[in-house]
């Protein structure tokens, strides 16, 4: 009666912890239901910088004029004193070829902004009637522009544009030519005549506007027309001496700025 007694009880212990194990592992995921890790997802390249682009341009600023003032000191060892003054009679900035190169990003469909470095020389020609002087002056520039556009849109290949831009313009003037009632600036003999080259920087801003063509993906045909506005200074000096009396006339010319309008054709090529 024991023997059988031990055995229903090992038989139902038995029963009972098969039941528990085979409830508890029904319970546990399966082993590989699930990856013990996942696939990186997939790196995607980063673009830094696609809106470089470099450009070149030339073209022509068309004549202008200045208003000019001049002055005369007169110098000696004892003493010096302003000796004449007045306007010019006409002050002419001749036109000439510029030219043209720089760097921008675009910064989004519409806006986009450079730097351009402009060189160009051109003439000055300064009258005053008073004494009967003609003097001309070589005049050597190099222009520095921050400038921002904005693109209108592009149809049919073409982009419209409109922009501004501040800077300054480095001047500098050479005396060319010098005439006294027709003949030289000596004054018949009597004075010795020497120029002073000049040069400055001079601020200046600029309006633009005009159209783009797109030649190729990169590369685009641009076409415009820019306004600068440059501020005045000294535009040029000399003296006269006189052989008699060694008395110095110191002549010095004063700019009140002047305008270019100029028009250029150019590239610009997209480094990406």
């Not at 520095?144 to 209108?152: C, E, F, G, I, S």
């Not at 922009?163 to 480095?170: E, F, L, P, Y």
């Not at 004054?187 to 920087?201: C, I, K, L, N, V």
């Not at 045909?221 to 052989?243: C, H, K, M, P, W």
């Amino acid at each position: 009666m024991m023997n059988t007694t031990k055995f229903v009880t090992v038989l139902a212990a038995s029963t009972c912890l098969w039941a528990v194990s085979h409830a508890s592992a029904a319970d546990l995921p399966p082993i590989y239901s699930t990856p013990i890790y996942e696939a990186a997802p997939e790196l995607q390249p980063v673009e830094i910088g696609n809106g470089w682009y470099l450009r070149g341009d030339v073209g022509y600023a068309f004549e202008s004029e200045t208003d000019s003032q001049w002055t005369v000191d007169r110098w000696n060892p004892t003493f010096n004193s302003r000796f004449a003054q007045g306007q010019h009679d006409g002050a002419e900035i001749d036109g000439g070829a510029e030219v043209t190169v720089g760097a921008g990003y675009r910064f989004t469909d519409y806006v986009r902004a450079d730097v351009t470095a402009t060189r160009f020389e051109t003439e000055a020609t300064f009258n005053v009637d008073e004494f009967e002087v003609v003097r001309s002056a070589d005049i050597t520039a190099w222009q520095v522009m921050a400038n921002a556009y904005v693109d209108l849109g592009t149809f049919v290949g073409l982009t419209p544009y409109v922009g501004g831009g501040v800077g300054s313009t480095h001047l500098k003037f050479e005396d060319n030519t010098c005439s006294y009632a027709g003949g030289g600036c000596d004054f018949g003999g009597a004075f010795r005549y020497a120029s002073q080259e000049t040069d400055d920087w001079r601020f200046t801003y600029s309006l633009m506007a005009g159209v783009s063509y797109d030649v190729s993906q990169n590369l685009k045909l641009d076409v415009g027309y820019r306004f600068s506005d440059i501020e005045g200074g000294q535009s040029s000096s000399a003296t006269f001496t006189e052989l008699a009396s060694r008395d110095e006339y110191r002549l010095k010319h004063e700019d009140d700025g002047f305008e270019r309008h100029a028009i250029s054709v150019g590239l610009r090529y997209s480094l990406w």
